[in-house]
């Protein structure tokens, strides 16, 4: 099982920078992979970010160039630059043992964090 943590959001103005935390603990295998998602009441979660096994990151296109996500032993990080209100959603950070299947699905996903939620006005 594994146990995921997020912290760091809060409220920013427009064209700010926030980074969220994501401390993983538990009994996890190397070739985890994770990602980061967030949601907005009435919508469906959305992927944001990830890790592969091999170290590779992929990115939402609304976040690409402003958001860097990395990994620091049993910390995920997301770095969010430049946020604007269309930012403002719950945080979620992600994990799941198998690395296969699509990585924006939340299905593809074991486990998740409570949240921390980013508003951008």
């Known amino acids: 099982h594994v146990q995921l943590v997020e912290s760091g959001g809060g409220s920013v103005q427009a064209g700010g920078s926030l980074n969220l935390s994501c401390t993983i603990s538990?009994?996890?295998?190397?070739?985890?992979?994770f990602g980061w998602f967030r949601q907005v009441p009435g919508k469906e979660r959305e992927g944001v970010a990830t890790v592969e096994s091999d170290g590779s990151k992929r990115y939402s296109d609304s976040v690409k160039g402003r958001f860097t996500i990395s990994q620091a032993q049993d910390t995920l990080y997301l770095e969010m630059n430049n946020l604007n209100p269309d930012d403002t959603a719950m945080y979620y950070c992600?994990?799941?043992?198998?690395?296969?299947?699509?990585?924006?699905?939340?299905?593809?996903?074991?486990?998740w964090g409570q949240g921390t939620q980013v508003t951008v006005s």
């Open positions: 992600a994990a799941r043992s198998s690395c296969v299947g699509p990585w924006r699905s939340p299905d593809s996903y074991e486990y």
């Open positions: 538990g009994n996890m295998r190397s070739r985890h992979c």
